[in-house]
């Protein structure tokens, strides 16, 4: 390919993946999950914080995707990125679940008095097992 082709592939890889980032930005702004996050964690103080933090982390993560073919860690470095993932997707989740009210339907409907907090216990170590197994057993 000559010089012009990368440099418009890259541009376009570049654009459309800022244009799906923004979809998700979106979606994470009408669920509310940053403003929920932290009035239930009582660190609205650092609202913009987190915020930049999360546009910083998607516009990264994009650049990462369309120019480093590798990124070399060890396994600590990947436990610490595959945990904070799993923080982001369960806050997403739990918004999403939150927002359409899935829980306290589900409480309503099964008339449970209590043991909630163990079924979302349960409902986060499945899919930690899940995880864990899908990644050192069918990623082969």
Do not use: W
């Amino acid at each position: 390919m000559t010089l012009i082709e990368n440099v418009f592939l890259g541009f376009l890889g570049l654009s459309f993946g800022l244009t799906v980032s923004a979809g998700v930005f979106a979606f994470i702004t009408m669920l509310d999950v940053i403003p929920r996050l932290t009035q239930r964690t009582g660190t609205a103080v650092h609202l913009y914080g987190y915020e930049n933090t999360i546009i910083l982390g998607g516009t990264l993560g994009n650049i990462m995707f369309l120019f480093v073919r590798s990124f070399p860690v060890s396994y600590v470095g990947l436990a610490v990125f595959g945990l904070f993932s799993g923080i982001f997707i369960g806050c997403l989740a739990m918004a999403l679940a939150e927002s359409l009210r899935v829980i306290p339907i589900f409480v309503k409907r099964l008339k449970m008095k209590e043991g909630l907090p163990i079924i979302l216990i349960a409902l986060a170590l499945g899919k930690l097992v899940g995880t864990i197994f899908q990644y050192f057993f069918l990623m082969k």
